[in-house]
């Protein structure tokens, strides 16, 4: 153990550079960092197993600063430790535009990141992911070569955010003994002091939901690392309280919200360096501090070429395989596995509800992707998200491959989340759209970060039926469109099901949902061949008899009515083609004159979705005719309603003969 000196100047190195970077930027969160500097001291120095020079070495330990306003903590750290690209000039450049050291920490801007975090509770519900792969992969690999632990620090407001529930409750029910939590117990939020909010006992809610629970003095390094060791000999999750001082050093500002979220000032920092002794100029650490720190960040080096070796000592096949997923390739057998399913599809015919489609697929591609690990936010049977041999996650067994994530969307999400930053899994779970609400803030982040998460969302329109509006999508796919990066993808029929499936895991550096129906759809495409027409978001899935007076754009459910109102047109002398779009994303990455050419130039355009028309526009243009939602919908079967809200072949049909005689 640092003698306490040693300790104390180790811990102060990274109070000053918080406290000098957050002034030099006239913005930022010193209180943390200054708070918590003892705690972090102690894991980077005494406990975490990492190596700066190989920042994604896969078998080294987590941390993940779930409150992510403090982030001056982290990137102080990163520097001391020796990762290269964290310079001192970085530190300085803090919230500058460009810089390494951003507002809160962003996990694909700055090496030594594990998680993008600010959206407070989301960091911790991510490490429940994390902690999660973790298990999944020492089940297949052993612990020779998956043997770590994931580290969280958390903040009150964590705690306070309701998915901090469900992810305690995930992870003690899964006993996932390897997640630690250390809680910057210091009592104070933004309004002041945590009383005046709540009054819950953290230590015994996490308790009820399994964890292992102690409180300490958060300013104790020997405490501190006394309650590690005994969170890592448990058999549960623990969660370690640390009562701290926000702010620590702060002669009139420590234990105050004051000292939260704006710069001390230039006055209260010279009195802070006197009040703990700190004699270096700004952005200077002293010599022997800096030794010391880069001496623990050079400790790792050791157990990582040990690890390197235990690696290479695995069978060819299992090291090969380790390392392919590892690495995020797919196996090579996936375009096999979908053509196949495209064929019996073609084969068999029939309408088949899209979400049964899904499980069609995934009982092919599960056996070729074997790293793909499914769940269910309680709605296994409606999401059809369990392939056929799949087996279930336990508590004390985690060679499965589906999670029964319980009734927590957001929880679940944020979880997917962590396993896909971890690496060597690819997580996909199932819920309803209109619930994709309650992901929302889950799927923006794995948008922002660039992770592969597949979120099946069926019961995709009011064709769900008799459950009402309270169940029923109408604006969820604007929702989800306008987030930068997602992937929607709303699949007409089974061929186009296996595509977009095909899509959502070729897609390494961005997150999919796939929309998906509850009433069966009738089979569109009538040839399977290895061309995957989805890929280009959108493709003329009819063609008119003659040049094309009329053009009907639809996704998804509304594919096959277009397709019906096509027929009736050209049963009126009115050519008429049908283009299925089955990615809004994807198509308007075309090039613009590509764009064009399957847009058409018929003098008649309508669109046909059964949602509200938002986002449409950019696709067909504003002087195209909409048939759609503009309200909420009802309870009754799901025929009747298509019927009452007018989204029918005949409307349809309508729409595009009263266009050519405005024309």
């Known amino acids: 153990m640092l003698s306490r000196t040693s300790h104390d100047r180790m811990a102060n190195a990274i109070r000053f550079l918080s406290m000098d970077a957050v002034e030099a930027a006239n913005s930022g969160h010193p209180g943390l960092p200054m708070g918590a500097a003892d705690i972090a001291t102690v894991l980077f120095t005494k406990v975490l197993k990492f190596d700066p020079t190989r920042p994604f070495w896969p078998d080294r330990d987590r941390f993940v600063l779930s409150a992510g306003h403090g982030s001056m903590l982290l990137y102080s750290v990163l520097h001391l430790a020796g990762y290269e690209k964290v310079t001192i000039e970085e530190i300085k450049r803090f919230r500058k535009l460009g810089s390494l050291t951003p507002g809160h920490p962003e996990n694909f801007v700055t090496e030594g990141i594990e998680t993008t975090t600010g959206p407070l509770g989301q960091g911790i519900a991510t490490a429940v992911g994390m902690a999660m792969a973790e298990r999944l992969l020492a089940a297949r690999f052993g612990t020779d070569v998956v043997d770590h632990h994931t580290y969280v620090l958390c903040s009150d407001g964590d705690l306070m955010e309701g998915i901090s529930q469900e992810a305690a409750d995930l992870a003690g029910h899964l006993k996932l003994s390897k997640l630690v939590v250390m809680w910057d117990d210091n009592k104070i939020s933004i309004d002041g002091a945590t009383s005046i909010s709540g009054s819950t006992d953290q ?118 395989e380790f390392e392919r997923r590892m690495a995020g390739a797919l196996p090579q057998a996936l375009g096999a596995a979908i053509l196949a399913v495209k064929e019996k599809a073609v084969k068999d015919g029939g309408a088949v509800a899209t979400r049964k489609s899904s499980e069609l697929v995934l009982d092919v591609i599960t056996e070729a992707v074997p790293e793909m690990i499914g769940g269910s936010a309680d709605l296994t049977g409606s999401n059809n998200t369990k392939a056929k041999g799949a087996k279930s996650i336990t508590p004390d067994d985690f060679s499965g491959t589906f999670v029964h994530y319980g009734v927590r969307e957001h929880g679940m999400a944020a979880a997917m989340n962590g396993m896909a930053l971890h690496r060597g899994v690819i997580p996909f779970s199932g819920g309803f759209l209109v619930f994709s609400d309650y992901c929302r803030p889950s799927i923006r982040l794995a948008a922002l970060m660039g992770e592969r998460v597949v979120h099946v969302l069926t019961h995709d329109s009011i064709g769900l039926g008799e459950d009402g509006p309270t169940h029923q999508p109408v604006e969820h796919l604007a929702a989800l469109r306008a987030i930068p990066g997602l992937l929607v993808l709303r699949p007409c029929d089974t061929v186009e099901t296996a595509e977009c499936w095909q899509i959502a895991l070729q897609s390494a550096d961005r997150p999919s949902a796939l929309i998906l129906s509850r009433q069966n759809l009738p089979l569109l495409r009538g040839a399977a061949t290895d061309e995957n027409l989805a890929a280009g978001g959108a493709y003329e899935i009819v063609a008119a008899s003659a040049k094309a007076q009329a053009s009907l754009f639809a996704t998804g459910s509304e594919v096959s009515i277009a397709v019906e109102a096509a027929k009736l047109l050209e049963a009126q002398g009115v050519p008429t083609r049908v283009v299925s779009i089955p990615s809004f994303e994807l198509f308007l990455e075309r090039p613009a004159a590509e764009r064009a050419k399957v847009i058409g130039d018929a003098p008649a355009k309508v669109a046909v979705e059964a949602a509200i028309r938002m986002g449409w526009d950019a696709i067909v243009g504003s002087d195209a005719a909409f048939v759609g939602m503009t309200s909420f919908g009802a309870s009754a079967p799901a025929k009747e309603l298509y019927a009452h809200f007018g989204i029918t072949a005949d409307k349809v049909a309508a729409r595009a003969l009263d266009l050519l005689r405005q024309d």
Do not use: M
Request: hydrophobic share 50%.
């Open 203 to 320: 230590l015994a809610r996490f308790a009820a939901s399994g964890w292992a629970t102690t409180r300490i003095d958060g300013h104790d390094p020997e405490a501190i690392l006394a309650a590690i060791e005994a969170a890592k000999a448990s058999d549960r999750p623990t969660l370690i309280a640390c009562r701290t001082t926000i702010g620590f050093g702060s002669p009139k500002k420590a234990g105050s919200e004051k000292v939260h979220g704006s710069p001390l000032g230039a006055e209260e920092i010279a009195a802070t360096r006197a009040a703990l002794g700190w004699e270096a100029a700004p952005f200077e650490i002293p010599s022997d501090v800096l030794t010391g720190w880069r001496a623990a960040g050079a400790a790792g080096a050791e157990a990582r070429a040990a690890w390197d070796a235990r690696l290479a000592a695995l069978p060819a096949a299992d090291r090969a």
